[in-house]
């Protein structure tokens, strides 16, 4: 009996060691962006294409206020309630950050500290980013109003408030490879990028399992709304059936093919998307338009 509880005890440590090994935050990259020359005007369209505004800025923000990132906005998840943190470029947000820090932050959700982010931060999506593109991203951010408004610590009980288990989640749901493997033009390509990565499209369209990971074969295929009002929309080709100058005009206007206008948080990505290129929400309509069909 003796022995048996020892072996027991050195499995247990074991599985202890090696639980820890996986939950480590990921190493900063000391030469991030090396050789490139950070675009503040680049950085500015990689910022609305992102939706840091629609997160970051004040509750009911709105115009000009939307570009001071004082945060503040509610999540409500069924893991407890998560608040946007300040990333304006005061020593209260993320002025004093690295890029390097910015970078690890935004494509590996890990914080200047070495804790886990919560992934109500799309980091899983941002990880796609390039790095010229978030180094011009942390460019722009520099030139944006200072506020000093502290952060909300989340509303998070335990078990769901042990950051380093959060290691061990990304372990198991975050993965780098793209859900569309094969762009076939490179407009596709494009517009895989921007749903995929800058615009996080599957964040809010995607069912999650109850782990809170995406479920990659049911990609943009409608998901419960976190408030637990309404439902996220299918907006794969077999339930949209939209034509892509019927999706391009809809990312440009708000309006729909049946004369309806958008409407809840969907409401700030117009915003967003309307502010981009028009090849960029011709791209997206592409991407779309090219999703197989979810059984």
């Given at each position: 009996?003796?022995?048996?509880?020892?072996?027991?005890?050195?499995?247990?440590?074991?599985?202890?060691?090696?639980?820890?090994?996986?939950?480590?935050?990921?190493?900063?990259?000391?030469?991030?962006?090396?050789?490139?020359?950070?675009?503040?005007?680049?950085?500015?369209?990689?910022?609305?294409?992102?939706?840091?505004?629609?997160?970051?800025?004040?509750?009911?923000?709105?115009?000009?206020?939307?570009?001071?990132?004082?945060?503040?906005?509610?999540?409500?998840?069924?893991?407890?309630?998560?608040?946007?943190?300040?990333?304006?470029?005061?020593?209260?947000?993320?002025?004093?950050?690295?890029?390097?820090?910015?970078?690890?932050?935004?494509?590996?959700?890990?914080?200047?500290?070495?804790?886990?982010?919560?992934?109500?931060?799309?980091?899983?999506?941002?990880?796609?980013?390039?790095?010229?593109?978030?180094?011009?991203?942390?460019?722009?951010?520099?030139?944006?109003?200072?506020?000093?408004?502290?952060?909300?610590?989340?509303?998070?009980?335990?078990?769901?408030?042990?950051?380093?288990?959060?290691?061990?989640?990304?372990?198991?749901?975050?993965?780098?490879?793209?859900i569309l493997t094969k762009a076939a033009t490179p407009e596709i390509e494009r517009g895989r990028y921007l749903v995929e990565g800058l615009a996080h499209c599957g964040e809010c369209h995607t069912p999650r399992n109850a782990l809170g990971g995406l479920e990659s074969g049911?990609?943009?295929?409608?998901?419960?709304?976190?408030?637990?009002?309404?439902?996220?929309?299918?907006?794969?080709?077999?339930?949209?059936?939209?034509?892509?100058?019927?999706?391009?005009?809809?990312?440009?206007?708000?309006?729909?093919?049946?004369?309806?206008?958008?409407?809840?948080?969907?409401?700030?990505?117009?915003?967003?998307?309307?502010?981009?290129?028009?090849?960029?929400?011709?791209?997206?309509?592409?991407?779309?338009?090219?999703?197989?069909?979810?059984?």
């Amino acid at each position: 009996m003796r022995r048996a509880l020892k072996g027991a005890a050195a499995l247990g440590l074991i599985a202890a060691a090696g639980a820890w090994w996986l939950s480590a935050p990921a190493p900063l990259v000391a030469d991030f962006a090396s050789g490139h020359q950070p675009n503040v005007a680049r950085g500015a369209q990689v910022f609305v294409a992102s939706g840091c505004a629609s997160c970051h800025a004040a509750p009911e923000a709105a115009e000009a206020d939307k570009l001071l990132l004082s945060g503040g906005h509610a999540f409500v998840s069924d893991f407890g309630t998560f608040y946007a943190p300040n990333i304006s470029p005061a020593s209260t947000g993320i002025g004093d950050w690295t890029l390097t820090e910015f970078a690890r932050a935004v494509t590996r959700g890990v914080s200047p500290t070495g804790q886990h982010y919560y992934p109500a931060f799309p980091y899983a999506a941002y990880q796609h980013m390039t790095e010229p593109d978030v180094a011009d991203l942390f460019a722009y951010i520099q030139t944006l109003p200072v506020s000093d408004a502290a952060n909300r610590p989340h509303d998070v009980a335990f078990p769901f408030n042990v950051r380093r288990a959060l290691g061990l989640w990304k372990t198991l749901f975050v993965k780098d490879d793209f859900i569309l493997t094969k762009a076939a033009t490179p407009e596709i390509e494009r517009g895989r990028y921007l749903v995929e990565g800058l615009a996080h499209c599957g964040e809010c369209h995607t069912p999650r399992n109850a782990l809170g990971g995406l479920e990659s074969g049911a990609w943009l295929s409608g998901a419960p709304n976190p408030s637990g009002k309404g439902r996220i929309p299918d907006i794969t080709p077999a339930a949209l059936q939209w034509s892509q100058s019927d999706l391009v005009y809809y990312f440009e206007s708000g309006l729909t093919p049946d004369y309806d206008s958008v409407g809840g948080a969907m409401t700030a990505v117009i915003d967003n998307l309307a502010q981009l290129p028009e090849s960029d929400r011709a791209a997206i309509a592409a991407y779309l338009s090219a999703l197989p069909t979810v059984p």
